[in-house]
């Protein structure tokens, strides 16, 4: 809404913004043009000195220094511009009518400087749609468009601000501005190049990614209206064909660029698919991580997955129906009007968790693969005396095995020696780990912390589960591993546990696991979760270190 008048003869600016408030969205354009007109008439009469004394050039030396900055615009005098109320009521008419008069100053054949004198004069009065207003807010125009859910406005900012930026540089002396990449060579003064100025393919990044004071972006934002699959679909399929398109489709900016705008996050740690799927927007998030084959098919046959799925998202996802749910029950009159939304957080729910549990599926096979790879490798740079030299020293060491009791069926599997020399010093410390204990009549068995159950005859409850995958896969990940996670990998060998029981699902570990194994995974899990952390760590340092050097 319009700044409130701080004095009783409200500024030509407030009185666009009224004039701008009171139009109907989709009011004609010729209605458009009997309002503002009248307003818009901007004296540009005045002689170039006079221009240059109040448009003064300090915004050129720093243009020259730093291409880029003509992107950032912060404004300190006004709450709202004429620009952002347009947004706001997405009103296109009054958007395109600002456009026309950007458009006029242009096409004049007046000196460049004067040019460029008359384009900082209309924007003092518009606006500009990457200015960001000085109230607590600091809402741009693109923000006030999201939240109104105007998506035929994005295109229109982008234009404006390219026509601003062609008129700020006087340096380059561009005539058409950005839509060609370029500018035309003068004499004596070269074309700049895509890297030096930013093109519409900036524009539009910087137009979706603009934050206001809680770090909100606009794609953040969007999923508060009713058009946000149409909002955000809409500004990556602009940047995303700009991106094709920018130097003949050889572009550094790819799509991980756009990824990770969609998957940037707020104050609050939000992303956008955070966002949409704990209100529901269930076409957003088709949109974002694509449709479960399940459910018959790819709604759009375009669509792929734009962002990763994280457990950050289906955490926020379950606490929003919780809270939704909670609701609903305390408030019966209120399960007809949200019925619908709590349905729809239910299926982004479970979509969710189906690309989840996908994604955990192919990162677990990829490192699988990659254990593989680096064990043929290995096995493959040995040489032919290496091997006759092991294989004499095998025959020196006799058997060497390890045996592991596994309680519930009395049977030993035998764990051979490695073909590795370092391997054997590991099943000694495997043996020696503070997680096994020794029975009294010799065997070896994994301590467990958790509960104790009480079985007759003795018997463990440690059972073997003969549904288990082949043990080739436990084999190349402990290989990886092995020396660096010996007791991980004692509490697996005793308790008959395979790698892709950490995968299991909840149903999974209640059909396939005892008591003993569920603890025993859960301490692997807990240990795993603090090396992350402890990554985490690790890199902020190294970050902290390569700001430094910088």
């Given at each position: 809404m319009p700044s409130t008048p701080s004095t009783s003869h409200p500024t030509l600016e407030e009185r666009i913004c009224q004039q701008i408030f009171a139009l109907p969205p989709n009011c004609?354009?010729?209605?458009?043009?009997?309002?503002?007109?009248?307003?818009?008439?901007?004296?540009?009469?005045?002689?170039?000195?006079?221009?240059?004394?109040?448009?003064?050039?300090?915004?050129?030396?720093?243009?020259?220094?730093?291409?880029?900055?003509?992107?950032?615009?912060?404004?300190?005098?006004?709450?709202?511009?004429?620009?952002?109320?347009?947004c706001d009521?997405?009103?296109?008419?009054?958007?395109?009518?600002?456009?026309?008069?950007?458009?006029?100053?242009?096409?004049?054949?007046?000196?460049?400087?004067?040019?460029?004198?008359?384009?900082?004069?209309?924007?003092s009065l518009l606006g500009n749609p990457l200015m960001d207003a000085s109230n607590e807010n600091r809402n741009t125009a693109m923000h006030h468009a999201a939240t109104a859910g105007c998506w035929t406005a994005i295109a229109t900012l982008q234009r404006i601000q390219s026509l601003l930026i062609m008129h700020v540089?006087?340096?380059?002396?561009?005539?058409?501005?950005?839509e060609q990449h370029g500018a035309k060579s003068n004499a004596g003064v070269s074309s700049p190049t895509i890297q030096s100025t930013p093109s519409r393919t900036s524009i539009l990044l910087r137009l979706g990614l603009a934050r206001n004071s809680h770090n909100d972006t606009p794609l953040m934002m969007a999923t508060q209206s009713s058009?946000?699959?149409?909002?955000?679909?809409?500004?990556?399929?602009?940047?995303?064909?700009?991106?094709?398109?920018?130097?003949?489709?050889?572009?550094?900016?790819t799509e991980t660029t756009l990824r990770e705008a969609l998957e940037a996050t707020n104050d609050s740690k939000d992303s956008c698919l955070s966002l949409a799927s704990s209100l529901g927007q269930i076409d957003l998030v088709y949109f974002l991580v694509g449709r479960d084959d399940e459910e018959g098919g790819s709604k759009d046959s375009t669509i792929?997955?734009?962002?990763?799925?994280?457990?950050?998202?289906?955490?926020?996802?379950?606490?929003?129906?919780?809270?939704?749910?909670?609701?609903?029950?305390?408030?019966?009159?209120?399960?007809?009007?949200?019925?619908?939304?709590?349905?729809?957080?239910?299926?982004?729910?479970?979509?969710?968790e189906s690309q989840l549990a996908r994604t955990s599926e192919r990162v677990a096979k990829e490192l699988l693969q990659e254990a593989e790879l680096a064990i043929n490798t290995n096995g493959d740079s040995f040489s032919t005396d290496d091997k006759s030299k092991r294989k004499k020293k095998k025959k020196t060491k006799g058997k060497g095995d390890a045996l592991i009791s596994t309680g519930a069926?009395?049977?030993?599997?035998?764990?051979?020696?490695?073909?590795?020399?370092?391997?054997?010093?590991?099943?000694?410390?495997?043996?020696?780990?503070?997680?096994?204990?020794?029975?009294?009549?010799?065997k070896i068995a994994v301590r467990v912390m958790g509960h104790k159950e009480e079985t007759p005859n003795g018997q463990s409850a440690l059972g073997i589960d003969q549904t288990f995958v082949s043990p080739d896969a436990t084999d190349l990940l402990r290989e990886r591993f092995r020396g660096i996670s010996s007791e991980v990998d004692s509490v697996m060998s005793a308790l008959c546990l395979d790698v892709k029981c950490l995968l299991y699902s909840d149903h999974g570990m209640a059909?396939?696991?005892?008591p003993a194994q569920l603890d025993a995974v859960q301490q692997i899990l807990e240990k795993q979760l603090e090396s992350v952390q402890k990554a985490r760590?690790?890199?902020?340092?190294?970050h902290e270190i390569g700001e430094q050097v910088k």
């Amino acid at each position: 809404m319009p700044s409130t008048p701080s004095t009783s003869h409200p500024t030509l600016e407030e009185r666009i913004c009224q004039q701008i408030f009171a139009l109907p969205p989709n009011c004609p354009r010729a209605k458009v043009h009997t309002v503002l007109d009248p307003l818009l008439e901007v004296d540009f009469s005045d002689t170039e000195d006079d221009i240059q004394r109040i448009f003064h050039d300090t915004d050129d030396e720093r243009i020259e220094e730093n291409p880029s900055a003509v992107l950032e615009y912060h404004s300190t005098t006004h709450d709202i511009t004429p620009l952002m109320v347009a947004c706001d009521k997405c009103n296109q008419g009054c958007l395109d009518y600002m456009l026309e008069k950007f458009l006029q100053v242009a096409k004049t054949k007046d000196p460049v400087r004067l040019r460029r004198a008359k384009t900082r004069k209309l924007r003092s009065l518009l606006g500009n749609p990457l200015m960001d207003a000085s109230n607590e807010n600091r809402n741009t125009a693109m923000h006030h468009a999201a939240t109104a859910g105007c998506w035929t406005a994005i295109a229109t900012l982008q234009r404006i601000q390219s026509l601003l930026i062609m008129h700020v540089d006087q340096k380059l002396g561009w005539e058409e501005g950005l839509e060609q990449h370029g500018a035309k060579s003068n004499a004596g003064v070269s074309s700049p190049t895509i890297q030096s100025t930013p093109s519409r393919t900036s524009i539009l990044l910087r137009l979706g990614l603009a934050r206001n004071s809680h770090n909100d972006t606009p794609l953040m934002m969007a999923t508060q209206s009713s058009h946000a699959y149409q909002f955000v679909k809409t500004w990556y399929d602009l940047t995303w064909k700009e991106v094709q398109a920018m130097n003949g489709g050889s572009s550094a900016l790819t799509e991980t660029t756009l990824r990770e705008a969609l998957e940037a996050t707020n104050d609050s740690k939000d992303s956008c698919l955070s966002l949409a799927s704990s209100l529901g927007q269930i076409d957003l998030v088709y949109f974002l991580v694509g449709r479960d084959d399940e459910e018959g098919g790819s709604k759009d046959s375009t669509i792929t997955t734009k962002v990763n799925v994280t457990a950050n998202e289906v955490l926020k996802c379950k606490s929003s129906l919780h809270k939704m749910e909670q609701t609903l029950n305390s408030n019966p009159t209120l399960k007809k009007q949200y019925q619908s939304q709590c349905d729809n957080v239910k299926a982004c729910l479970k979509l969710l968790e189906s690309q989840l549990a996908r994604t955990s599926e192919r990162v677990a096979k990829e490192l699988l693969q990659e254990a593989e790879l680096a064990i043929n490798t290995n096995g493959d740079s040995f040489s032919t005396d290496d091997k006759s030299k092991r294989k004499k020293k095998k025959k020196t060491k006799g058997k060497g095995d390890a045996l592991i009791s596994t309680g519930a069926t009395s049977s030993v599997h035998a764990q051979q020696e490695s073909t590795k020399p370092c391997d054997f010093q590991s099943e000694q410390k495997r043996e020696s780990g503070a997680i096994l204990t020794t029975l009294p009549d010799g065997k070896i068995a994994v301590r467990v912390m958790g509960h104790k159950e009480e079985t007759p005859n003795g018997q463990s409850a440690l059972g073997i589960d003969q549904t288990f995958v082949s043990p080739d896969a436990t084999d190349l990940l402990r290989e990886r591993f092995r020396g660096i996670s010996s007791e991980v990998d004692s509490v697996m060998s005793a308790l008959c546990l395979d790698v892709k029981c950490l995968l299991y699902s909840d149903h999974g570990m209640a059909l396939n696991l005892s008591p003993a194994q569920l603890d025993a995974v859960q301490q692997i899990l807990e240990k795993q979760l603090e090396s992350v952390q402890k990554a985490r760590e690790i890199q902020r340092r190294m970050h902290e270190i390569g700001e430094q050097v910088k």
